[in-house]
């Protein structure tokens, strides 16, 4: 995993990927405290924090569109997955090198909170929840966009469709709000849930037993909750919504307060859509 890690980071600054990176973050984080804080003489730092979380969606794309691309575009994929290097390794080495770019450029805003706390009064507390809170969301999206990078074929396809990706997460507590909360709707969700995650076990399996095993379980459980619960599929939809909902979660971190759950949610979160990528692999290594 180290080998990979260390030619990633290499990568980042031997092509314009990482520099564009840094630049626009940096810039835009820089436009932004100037006009929130510097120019105003305002020592308020939160509301700072608070509007530089749309740089996600910007900036996590143009990070993770070239991780697993450009080793189709350069033909080194066959070489990287008939090696005897663990697909794990290659997935994780791929995936904390562009976790420690970001943190390089969460890193220098860093700066912004100490000239905030030298001329003015900074809220230790509220302001370190923040980039806690910043760095999970982040890792986040990380995970996100290279699993769309390991799924596509071309550097901008992989970047609009991870910013697609990660705008529906954004605006997902709108449209929670849209979302119909009768017990029938919850029912046709319910059963779409169940189909989706049937799908998704063929196509990461292609065995008929499995399929109908998970199958049968879905209908069991699904008829049990009827029953002996009718009424759980009422607003289920906008339940599912929110609970998968990243950005609703950082306002825990964004007041100062850290709640272990929600530290283990984003840490979860980042695990499965690296081992989605895993298998993502591994299928396309034994097709």
């Not at 990287?80 to 390089?104: H, N, Q, R």
Request: hydrophobic share 60%.
């Amino acid at each position: 995993m180290f080998a990979i890690f260390k030619r990633e980071l290499k990568t980042y600054f031997l092509t314009p990927t990482g520099y564009i990176f840094l630049a626009l973050f940096l810039l835009i984080t820089g436009i932004f405290f100037a006009f929130s804080n510097l120019f105003p003489l305002n020592t308020n730092f939160a509301p700072y924090v608070s509007s530089i979380l749309f740089l996600f969606l910007l900036c996590v794309p143009i990070l993770t569109m070239r991780l697993m691309t450009d080793e189709k575009r350069f033909k080194t994929d066959q070489l990287l997955l008939t090696s005897p290097i663990k697909i794990v390794d290659i997935v994780l080495g791929k995936y904390f090198a562009a976790v420690v770019i970001f943190l390089i450029a969460l890193g220098v805003t860093v700066l912004y909170a100490v000239i905030i706390a030298i001329h003015g009064t900074l809220d230790l507390w509220q302001t370190v929840g923040s980039y806690i809170g910043f760095i999970l969301l982040g890792c986040s999206f990380i995970s996100i966009g290279l699993y769309v990078s390991t799924a596509t074929e071309n550097q901008v396809i992989a970047a609009i469709v991870t910013f697609g990706a990660l705008l529906i997460v954004w605006i997902m507590d709108f449209i929670r709000q849209g979302v119909p909360t009768d017990n029938i709707s919850g029912m046709i969700f319910a059963i779409a849930l169940f189909a989706a995650l049937n799908i998704w076990i063929w196509f990461s399996t292609r065995n008929l037993i499995i399929l109908i095993g998970t199958a049968a379980v879905s209908i069991v459980v699904f008829l049990l909750i009827f029953f002996l619960s009718g009424d759980v599929f009422t607003g289920l939809i906008g339940k599912v919504l929110g609970w998968l909902s990243l950005v609703s979660r950082f306002e825990s971190f964004s007041m100062g307060v850290l709640k272990v759950d929600t530290l283990v949610y984003y840490i979860t979160f980042s695990a499965f859509f690296n081992y989605l990528t895993v298998r993502l692999i591994e299928k396309r290594r034994w097709s």
